[in-house]
């Protein structure tokens, strides 16, 4: 979780990691025994929902997603919008 600066709770303690990424934050939660990662903005909304393997930052504002099916596709952080779903093998 994140701590605000008078103390107050701002992102809670819900999470096993979170990552940085602009204002938003790679959120990985364990669920029995899988981590799975989302993605979170400063409000603690979910942008993309606790379902992927990875989530990989490529620039400021494009993330790269996987699913555990080997599927990928590309975020973009800023339209808060999916180039392209995580429904591929490969994205170049």
Do not use: M
């Not at 979910?46 to 996987?66: A, D, G, H, Q, Y």
């Amino acid at each position: 979780g994140i701590i605000g600066p008078k103390g107050e709770p701002i992102i809670p303690f819900e999470y096993y990691a979170l990552s940085a990424q602009g204002f938003y934050y790679i959120a990985t939660k364990k669920f029995g025994n899988q981590l799975v990662k989302g993605l979170i903005d400063q409000q603690n909304q979910t942008l993309l929902p606790f379902e992927f393997t990875e989530i990989e930052p490529i620039s400021e504002k494009l993330l790269r997603v996987s699913r555990s099916k080997g599927n990928v596709g590309l975020f973009r952080t800023d339209f808060k919008s999916w180039i392209c779903p995580a429904e591929y093998d490969s994205v170049v």
